[in-house]
């Protein structure tokens, strides 16, 4: 994928976040991730049944890096079981890392591959990922 459309998937996002509310978020579990460097920070609500992520939505301020892979992040997980957006959190974490990926269930989060040339950027895409972890937690400690 060519810098261009990485970039236009990434404003896209950023301009037309999917499920930016705080809306109806009753029973769903509530986690916060921020950065301490920056302004981003994310308040992630987290709907889980039966093992699977139903719904995820979230509110906060974070700049067009955040917000774009909050948004991206979202679309993967909706409909996974916990398994499997484990297994899509350590891929994606490889990915950063610069370790081996299967870039098969990334979709759009493919357009962060290159984010470990940019250091600072890696706390921008993983912040959604951290609160997604937490709630993982969360939910297999209750």
């Known amino acids: 994928m060519d810098s261009n459309m ?10 037309h976040p ?8 009753e029973g769903y579990i509530e986690v916060n991730s921020n950065s301490e460097s920056c302004i981003d920070n994310i308040d992630l609500y987290i709907k889980i049944e039966d093992g699977r992520i ?7 301020e974070a700049c067009a890096i955040s917000t774009a892979s909050t948004s991206i992040m979202i ?5 996974k079981s916990i398994d499997e957006v484990t297994s899509m959190i350590d891929n994606f974490e490889n990915m950063l890392n610069e370790r081996e990926y299967d870039d098969s269930n990334l979709n759009e989060a493919i357009v962060f591959d290159e984010t470990y040339k940019q250091g600072n950027r890696k706390t ?8 997604i972890k937490k709630a993982l937690e969360q939910y ?3």
Request: glycine share 8%; hydrophobic share 25%; aromatic share 8%.
């Open 75 to 79: 679309k993967n997980m909706v409909g």
């Open 6 to 15: 990485k970039r236009e998937i990434i404003l896209d996002n950023y301009s």
């Open 124 to 131: 921008c895409v993983t912040l959604p990922y951290t609160g």
């Open 18 to 25: 999917t499920n930016k509310t705080r809306e109806n978020t």
């Open 54 to 60: 139903v719904d995820i939505k979230f509110d906060g």
């Open 140 to 142: 297999k400690n209750n």
